[in-house]
Each structure stands twice: as structure tokens, then as C-alpha cells.
């Protein structure tokens, strides 16, 4: 059998209450800080996320370019032995939109017409899907290294994405470099 026994509070006088004055305050105070830090982390974190999703979607759309100039070149091989895909011209984002040209025979392009079409066609196509974009090519015997260029947003200068894919001779003597997607195409 259990006996009762009432508990009693211990009761404080006022002398020992005052050592607490402002303390509660004091932990509301540095939660908040902290908090605050946590929240100011966590947008930061989207904010990354959200450049970095860009990016991959820039470099998905010059892979699909990449891909439709390479289809392009396989379906006019002689347009490409003779080196008429060939860009190797130095990367510029102000560069404005090219007129298409025609063929001098409306009813029968030659291999180099189509070429150049190809070319303009994928230079307004780029100009249009990326900020800044342009490309270069270069044909290496039977294969052709292609690389799309385009400006990242100025908040990615501080993600370092780096040029480590860019063709030496197209970049240089840039002060803002742009982003490369580099492809290499077998004919």
C-alpha cells in the first residue's frame, strides 16, 4: 500500500527571481539570430538551384543544336569535306541576326549553298534559343568539333563556372567569357 505525500513548491523570494530578469529575452533573441541565418542559407540554396538549373537548360539546348547541325552535315557530307560548315570566326554576343541566303538555282542547290544556309539557319537559331549564342566548327577529317557559346546570366560569374570547354581561339582576348558545350561529331 502507497502512502500520500503531498509535494510542496519551493518558493522563491524575490532576491533570487531578479538573477533571471532578461534572460528569456536573451534566448528569444539569439533563436531568432540563428533562425534568421537558417533562412537566409536556405534562399541562398534556391537561389544556386535555380541558376544552376538554367544552365543545364542552356547546355540541353545546345546539345539539341549541336545534334541538328551534326544530322545537317551528315546529309551533305560533300557541303562538309569541303570545308563549307566550317566557322572558326572569335565569339562575339552582339552579333546580329544573318539573312539567309538563297541558292543561285532555285530548282538545285549545290553542296556549298546548303552549307551556308545550314550555317545561318543554326546562327539565328542559337541567337534566338540562347543569350548570346553562336558556335564554332572545325572539321577534322571525317569528324567535325562543334562548340555552342552563349552568355550565362551575371549571377553564375560568381559560380565560376569556368571555359575549360571553350575553344582557345574563339574566347580569347575576352574580358566576359562565355559558357561552352563542346560536341564532337563522327560523319
Given at each position: 500500500m502507497s502512502v500520500y505525500r503531498p509535494i510542496y513548491l519551493k518558493t522563491i523570494s524575490r532576491s533570487q527571481r531578479t538573477h533571471q530578469t532578461g534572460a528569456s529575452l536573451l534566448?528569444?533573441?539569439?533563436?531568432?539570430?540563428?533562425?534568421?541565418?537558417?533562412?537566409?542559407?536556405v534562399?541562398?540554396?534556391?537561389?544556386?538551384?535555380?541558376?544552376?538549373?538554367?544552365?543545364?537548360?542552356?547546355q540541353m539546348v545546345g546539345?539539341?543544336?549541336?545534334?541538328?547541325?551534326a544530322e545537317s552535315m551528315r546529309a551533305n557530307t560533300d557541303g562538309f569535306m569541303a570545308d563549307a560548315y566550317a566557322k572558326t570566326d572569335t565569339y562575339s554576343s552582339t552579333v546580329a541576326a544573318l539573312t539567309l541566303p538563297s541558292c543561285a538555282n532555285t530548282s538545285a542547290c549545290t553542296s556549298i549553298e546548303i552549307a551556308?544556309?545550314?550555317?545561318?539557319?543554326?546562327?539565328?537559331?542559337?541567337?534566338?534559343?540562347?543569350?548570346?549564342g553562336d558556335f564554332n566548327l572545325q572539321r577534322n577529317g571525317n569528324r567535325a568539333d562543334i562548340w555552342i557559346m552563349w552568355m550565362e546570366?551575371?549571377?553564375?560569374?560568381?559560380?565560376?563556372?569556368?571555359?575549360a570547354n571553350c575553344r582557345a581561339a574563339?574566347?580569347?582576348?575576352?574580358?566576359?567569357?562565355?559558357?561552352?558545350?563542346?560536341?564532337?561529331?563522327?560523319?
Open positions: 534566448e528569444v533573441l539569439i533563436a531568432i539570430l540563428i533562425m534568421s541565418f537558417g533562412i537566409a542559407g534562399a541562398l540554396l534556391m537561389a544556386a538551384t535555380i541558376q544552376y538549373n538554367k544552365t543545364a537548360q542552356y546539345l539539341q543544336i549541336a545534334t541538328q547541325l551556308t544556309i545550314d550555317k545561318a539557319q543554326v546562327a539565328n537559331t542559337l541567337r534566338l534559343a540562347l543569350p548570346g546570366p551575371k549571377t553564375a560569374a560568381s559560380m565560376s563556372m569556368g571555359t574563339a574566347i580569347s582576348g575576352l574580358g566576359d567569357p562565355p559558357r561552352c558545350f563542346y560536341m564532337r561529331a563522327a560523319l
